[in-house]
């Protein structure tokens, strides 16, 4: 087991050394509010937090979302929403959770990003349904400076309806359309920058499914540069898998981390209650 270091009042281990921390504070403590500094710090060092078998209810992950930044409002307004594939659970969004399948950022077509996300495990799934998680800021951090030099200023086009042709490929008209009329304002698209400059200084990668071109860039080079980022950002230094046990908790940093469910029964009831963190601009 690595080392556990305890930073003030905050008990934590390192998952990798450029990504990940389990944390080890009791339910109390962490519900106190007194660590939420030193865990949004946390959040944005290593861009994974695992608390494991915390076993939140609704109200106390609402309060713990609060207490670490402040819960936006998900879907439908709801503070809790229910991530299932399941449609007598949730009708609604499993054509579109599908392509959680696929690394992505939540939120791409929000006007203000999701700064970040908490995960709770309610029901397992029979077999697969790990999510990945990719650090995007350290993954930035080791690209060579040519690299960071070339692509500091560069545009993307996001698009919904570019994360849907992954897991349908041959959509209807009518299907592409639906897609193209989602995100704020039915624009269907939202330009934001690939590399997000943070408030604090640092900067991170905003790749994933909705990314669909670089502005100023011919299709070719567009897609070149995307999945070779995409590529670099997702290997393994950066990469951490989370294989749920009931009750874990798992908290993201949207703005600079990449993530991914794998692969399940869609039938099996898999269960995770996700609440959203505001953030500030896409800049």
Same mark, same amino acid.
């Given at each position: *087991? ?23 504070? &009791?339910? +109390? ?42 819960? /936006?409002?998900?879907? #439908? ?15 609604? /969004? ?5 392509? $959680?399948?696929?690394? !992505? ?5 929000? /006007? ?42 560069? #545009?993307?086009? !996001?698009? *919904? ?5 992954? !897991? ?8 592409? @359309? +639906? ?10 698209? =939202? @330009?934001?920058?690939? %590399?997000?400059?943070?408030? &604090?200084? =640092?900067? &991170? ?9 670089? %502005?100023?860039? &011919? ?10 980022? #995409?590529?670099? /950002?997702? $290997? ?5 898998? !989370? ?30 209650? #996700? ?5 500030? $601009?896409?800049?």
């Amino acid at each position: *087991m690595a080392d556990v270091i305890e930073k003030t009042r905050l008990k934590f281990e390192r998952i990798k050394p450029k990504v990940g921390a389990r944390i080890l504070n &009791s339910k +109390d403590e962490i519900l106190s509010g007194e660590l939420s500094d030193e865990i949004r710090d946390l959040l944005e060092e290593v861009g994974v937090l695992v608390f494991p078998q915390i076993d939140f209810t609704d109200d106390e992950q609402v309060k713990f979302t609060n207490s670490v930044g402040g819960n /936006a409002r998900e879907v #439908r307004g709801q503070e809790v929403f229910p991530i299932s594939l399941d449609r007598s659970v949730n009708q609604e /969004a499993v054509e579109y959770l599908k392509g $959680s399948l696929f690394w !992505h950022v939540d939120g791409t077509m929000n /006007a203000v990003p999701i700064r970040g996300s908490v995960l709770s495990s309610k029901v397992l799934p029979t077999w697969g349904g790990n999510t990945e998680f990719a650090n995007c800021y350290t993954a930035y951090e080791d690209l060579p400076q040519e690299t960071k030099d070339k692509i500091d200023d560069l #545009r993307v086009v !996001h698009s *919904m309806w570019n994360s849907q042709l992954y !897991h349908c490929p041959e959509p209807t008209l009518a299907q592409l @359309e +639906d897609w193209m009329s989602k995100g704020e304002g039915g624009k269907g698209e =939202r @330009e934001l920058p690939l %590399v997000y400059k943070h408030s &604090s200084g =640092r900067k &991170s990668l905003i790749l994933g499914n909705t990314a669909e071109r670089v %502005v100023g860039m &011919s299709s070719q080079e567009s897609a070149k540069l995307l999945h070779g980022l #995409r590529e670099h /950002a997702t $290997s393994e230094p950066y990469h951490y898998a !989370h294989e749920w046990t009931l009750g874990d908790a798992v908290m993201w940093d949207n703005t600079g981390t990449l993530h991914r469910a794998m692969p399940y029964d869609p039938d099996c009831g898999r269960l995770l209650h #996700r609440t959203i963190i505001k953030g500030e $601009s896409w800049g």
